[in-house]
């Protein structure tokens, strides 16, 4: 078989960086913040012959704390759900078929369990790290989650602004809302509803990876956003994004601007607001005033713990990047989806049936550390995978009925071992809209071709045939498991469109986007009895051209791999918690 190899013709075009971008040191010199992310996205890149500026070892005097605290907050801690919930995994998908469950300290405790909580302990000697529900770069875990949630029995006499611990699976209350505030945040939502916030500490992922750890930080946001969705779909709930608030109004209502409550602690920067809600039916008010905590009538308490007890290195881009990328309040993004395929053209007949339990994905749920480089997946099991990432006409298809635009991350895939399907390499259009543009934006080397027997929702194609193992692990940094699984894959950003188009704070968005496709990967591979892997680590022009893609108006913005794990027999695991079930 014919080994696929980027040949230096091909390379060679993407393979320089410009002069100025090595003698830059920040960003300030950029004429607007569009060009400034440009100028940030191009630092960042990892180059064969010189990777992004990180401090190239781990200082584990200052490993951070992977656990925020708020010292003095009152805490409550949530009881944990007995184990054993019956709901198919399938079920998730196929809304509106659950009942939505009453708000209660029972269905909080339930949605936090399967959004952010800790899913399991593992050991290895003496040294022990959590796993959790929501997956993370480097297991660094920079998402803090927030929850503002009305007065409920044995969680509060009055509504408040919570912060999730989740060593603790535990509600810290960090501002107690008098009953007028609560009603006025409350006013456009639907009856039942609560509003959940995501935050990221950036130093949790710069210690390790420099000035490439804000790109983790929005993957993991991305992750977790897609786990709310998915915790919110197990309790017959809906997830709707609150695009229009800007990060000023979110740390406001979140706390996140108190300097009196962080003093010396690293901050926080704020990221999404989501509205949980049963009922979606109500159209949302769109001229209510904006979300706020602040007011002399608003009781703040706790302070934020250190994390390291100091920073080796700084990296002062991130905050520019930050900066560059913080929304503004606006009207919320809305696209039209009618042209999009329905559920019967993606997977012929609706899934019914499947091998796991929602709560066993959910919460079983790992990364592989390594894969055999042997194991094959059916045809049934990777279509089902890719149509589990394409939106709905209906929009009715979890998650991405939580987001209001439409895909602009496709995927060039590198097919090593499924069943029935010929090695090479393959382009997945998410938006069946782009794929002339992909056409015309992958070159004309590649033969395009239909997939045979594929769903007529799937715009899947084959570009080339070939083994495509070495130079799938050559581009993610010489890393095997991207060659060794059954397939991986490059998510392809319509990058510099989405900045003209909605400005330079959809730069995160992007990655969001590619979190939550990486985040259902993962629970499809465990469906599919296989596992899944992110890689962030990658060689992103040679991605490009390993695609035939030369332009920069599409950048690579995340990797991942599937196949079936190797696991490491010296590791022990333990249960995520040892507190009793009942209280």
Not at 208 to 218: H, L, P, S, T, W
Not at 328 to 354: H, K, M, N, W, Y
Not at 450 to 472: I, K
Request: glycine share 8%; charged share 20%; aromatic share 10%.
């Amino acid at each position: 078989m014919t080994k696929i190899t980027l040949t230096p013709h091909r390379l060679s075009p993407l393979s320089g960086e410009p002069a100025a971008l090595e003698r830059a040191s920040l960003l300030a010199g950029a004429a607007s913040p569009e060009e400034g992310v440009v100028a940030y996205h191009e630092r960042t890149k990892h180059h064969f012959h010189r990777h992004a500026a990180a401090q190239g070892y781990m200082d584990w005097a200052t490993q951070p704390d992977p656990f925020r605290r708020y010292g003095g907050a009152h805490l409550v801690r949530l009881p944990l759900p007995k184990a054993g919930r019956p709901l198919p995994y399938w079920q998730l998908y196929a809304s509106p078929t659950v009942p939505p469950a009453s708000l209660s300290l029972e269905s909080v405790s339930l949605f936090f369990r399967y959004a952010l909580s800790l899913t399991a302990w593992k050991q290895v000697g003496e040294t022990q790290w959590p796993l959790r529900a929501n997956p993370s770069s480097g297991n660094l875990h920079p998402t803090e989650g927030y929850a503002v949630l009305p007065a409920l029995d044995r969680l509060g006499e009055t509504a408040a602004v919570y912060h999730y611990a989740p060593r603790e699976h535990a509600l810290e209350r960090r501002a107690v809302l008098p009953a007028k505030r609560w009603a006025e945040l409350v006013a456009p939502f639907p009856d039942g509803s609560f509003l959940v916030g995501l935050s990221s500490v950036h130093w949790r992922e710069a210690w390790k990876y420099g000035e490439r750890a804000f790109r983790y930080c929005q993957h993991d946001v991305g992750h977790a956003l897609a786990c709310l969705s998915i915790a919110a779909a197990a309790l017959g709930w809906k997830l709707v994004l609150l695009d229009g608030v800007s990060n000023s109004t979110l740390a406001s209502l979140l706390g996140l601007d108190r300097d009196a409550d962080f003093a010396a602690a690293e901050r926080e920067e704020a990221e999404l607001l989501v509205l949980i809600t049963p009922d979606v039916s109500t159209p949302l008010a769109t001229d209510s005033k904006p979300l706020t905590a602040h007011g002399g009538d608003v009781h703040w308490q706790g302070l934020a713990n250190t994390l390291s007890p100091e920073h080796s290195a700084e990296w002062p881009v991130i905050d520019e990047v930050a900066r560059a990328t913080r929304h503004c309040e606006s009207a919320p993004i809305q696209e039209d989806f009618s042209g999009f395929p329905s559920e019967d053209a993606l997977f012929r007949t609706p899934v019914r049936q499947g091998l796991l339990s929602a709560e066993q994905a959910i919460l079983g749920r790992r990364s592989a550390v390594a894969m055999d480089g042997s194991t094959a997946i059916s045809l049934a099991a990777f279509f089902r995978m890719l149509a589990r990432l394409i939106p709905t006409h209906e929009r009715r298809s979890m998650p991405w009925d939580a987001i209001p635009w439409r895909p602009r991350i496709h995927l060039g895939l590198f097919v090593h071992s499924v069943d029935g399907l010929v090695p090479g390499l393959y382009a997945l259009a998410r938006d069946p809209d782009k794929v002339d543009i992909l056409k015309a934006v992958m070159g004309s080397e590649f033969s395009w071709q239909r997939v045979p027997d594929c769903p007529p929702g799937l715009p899947l194609y084959l570009l080339q045939e070939g083994d495509c193992r070495a130079l799938s692990s050559t581009v993610s940094c010489g890393q095997d498991i991207a060659g060794d699984g059954a397939f991986s894959l490059a998510m392809i950003a319509d990058y510099r469109d989405s900045l003209a188009t909605y400005g330079a704070a959809f730069y995160r968005n992007l990655f969001w986007e590619a979190g939550m496709v990486g985040q259902l990967l993962y629970l499809e591979a465990e469906e599919a009895g296989i596992r899944a892997t992110g890689i962030g680590c990658y060689f992103d022009d040679p991605v490009h051209a390993a695609f035939g893609i030369g332009s920069c108006e599409w950048q690579s913005f995340y990797h991942f791999t599937v196949g079936a794990p190797v696991e490491d027999s010296r590791l022990s695991t333990l249960p995520a918690y040892n507190f009793q079930e009942e209280r």
